[in-house]
């Protein structure tokens, strides 16, 4: 129908939050703008990470090459990347991608003087920046000091006599250009499950049938009532897509026992974050970026270079 709207307001509701952690539901929308989403999150969401290291004394075991792999892959803290110049557009050090704007300088200067192996970790490292550091994986927590995530990620260790001098420069980067950049660990997102049962053909089975039935699925989906001997959902989440008990109802003579679909435009998220920043804020971040490549589409001037660019959805973006 001509001059119809199929714009769509999607709603996000949140499960559970942790700073390295999230859980959510996206609905109202589907799978193309749900997979952008999640593609986003993890490989164009900037985060600042160790980019150049110039070794001033190294007498470790390990070689130059080899620490400053290392070193850009401790995640570092990133809640100011959104804000800071990508080195190449930077204008205020010509591109070279050392001043304020655009990157931040460490500093690691570790000797080992006893006989006791030093371990030499991202707590060594220190920042010009005080806002851009090595994310804490204690959580603050005095307790955990002695342990290993308190210790912070060990880059190197040192005998008696070993030295390790260097200077890092740490810039703004995207995990498709790097995977160190990446901000998430993992991102995923599932339909979310609608299951119907057919009470008939349940009541028709017995006891022994229906424990079989639910026994059959390889996660804790169903669950039987002791008493009235009923089965009911108690987890259409951890349904995995995998047909087991349908398989099972046709084995068993009962067809159309469970009928389960998916939602076609509800999605639930999982978000884990590398720490580089909140995952809440890794969620904002991605829709900001989401909606910032959708303007650029829509507000394109050169039509040419965006169809080239975006083909039909730029054309259909301008209304053409």
Same mark, same amino acid.
């Given at each position: 129908?001509?001059?119809?709207?199929?714009?769509?307001?999607?709603?996000?509701?949140?499960?559970?939050?942790?700073?390295?952690?999230?859980?959510?539901?996206?609905?109202?929308?589907?799978?193309?703008?749900?997979?952008?989403?999640?593609?986003?999150?993890?490989?164009?969401?900037?985060?600042?990470?160790?980019?150049?290291?110039?070794?001033?004394?190294?007498?470790?075991?390990?070689?130059?090459?080899?620490?400053?792999?290392?070193?850009?892959?401790?995640?570092?803290?990133?809640?100011?990347?959104?804000?800071?110049?990508?080195?190449?557009? =930077?204008?205020? =050090?010509?591109?070279?991608?050392?001043?304020?704007? =655009?990157?931040?300088?460490?500093?690691?200067?570790?000797?080992?003087?006893?006989?006791?192996?030093?371990?030499?970790?991202?707590?060594?490292?220190?920042?010009?920046?005080?806002?851009?550091?090595?994310?804490?994986?204690?959580?603050?927590?005095?307790?955990?000091?002695?342990?290993?995530? +308190?210790?912070?990620?060990?880059?190197?260790?040192?005998?008696?006599?070993?030295?390790?001098?260097?200077?890092?420069?740490?810039?703004? +980067?995207? @995990?498709?250009?790097?995977?160190?950049?990446?901000?998430?660990?993992?991102?995923?997102?599932?339909?979310?499950?609608?299951?119907?049962?057919?009470?008939?053909?349940?009541?028709?089975?017995?006891?022994?049938?229906?424990?079989?039935?639910?026994?059959?699925?390889?996660?804790?989906?169903?669950?039987?009532?002791?008493?009235?001997?009923?089965?009911?959902?108690?987890?259409?989440?951890?349904?995995?897509?995998?047909?087991?008990?349908?398989?099972?109802?046709?084995?068993?003579?009962?067809?159309?026992?469970?009928?389960?679909?998916?939602?076609?435009?509800?999605?639930?998220?999982?978000?884990?974050?590398?720490?580089?920043?909140?995952?809440?804020?890794?969620?904002?971040?991605?829709?900001?970026?989401?909606?910032?490549?959708?303007?650029?589409?829509?507000?394109?001037?050169?039509?040419?270079?965006?169809?080239?660019?975006?083909?039909?959805? @730029?054309?259909?973006?301008?209304?053409?």
């Amino acid at each position: 129908m001509e001059g119809a709207s199929y714009a769509r307001m999607p709603r996000v509701k949140i499960r559970e939050l942790k700073d390295d952690y999230m859980k959510f539901e996206l609905r109202d929308t589907d799978a193309s703008v749900a997979n952008a989403l999640r593609r986003v999150m993890i490989s164009e969401v900037p985060t600042i990470a160790i980019d150049l290291v110039e070794i001033e004394v190294n007498s470790s075991v390990l070689n130059d090459e080899f620490i400053a792999h290392r070193l850009g892959l401790i995640p570092l803290t990133s809640e100011r990347a959104m804000a800071m110049r990508f080195s190449r557009d =930077c204008d205020a =050090c010509d591109g070279d991608g050392q001043c304020e704007y =655009c990157s931040v300088e460490f500093h690691l200067r570790v000797k080992c003087m006893t006989d006791q192996t030093l371990d030499v970790t991202s707590k060594d490292l220190y920042s010009s920046d005080h806002t851009v550091v090595p994310v804490d994986f204690s959580g603050g927590d005095p307790s955990s000091v002695e342990s290993a995530d +308190g210790r912070g990620i060990i880059i190197v260790k040192l005998r008696r006599g070993q030295e390790l001098r260097l200077r890092a420069i740490a810039r703004k +980067g995207i @995990g498709k250009d790097h995977a160190k950049w990446s901000p998430a660990a993992t991102v995923t997102f599932m339909y979310e499950p609608e299951i119907h049962i057919n009470e008939d053909l349940m009541e028709s089975l017995s006891l022994e049938e229906k424990k079989e039935w639910i026994d059959s699925s390889p996660t804790r989906v169903f669950d039987i009532d002791p008493v009235t001997q009923q089965v009911s959902v108690v987890d259409a989440e951890a349904y995995s897509y995998d047909d087991e008990v349908i398989k099972k109802a046709e084995a068993m003579g009962k067809p159309g026992l469970v009928e389960i679909t998916a939602k076609q435009d509800s999605f639930i998220f999982t978000v884990e974050s590398t720490g580089a920043v909140k995952a809440s804020q890794l969620l904002l971040n991605a829709i900001e970026i989401v909606k910032q490549k959708l303007d650029a589409v829509r507000l394109s001037e050169d039509t040419v270079e965006a169809d080239d660019q975006f083909g039909e959805l @730029g054309a259909h973006m301008r209304g053409g």
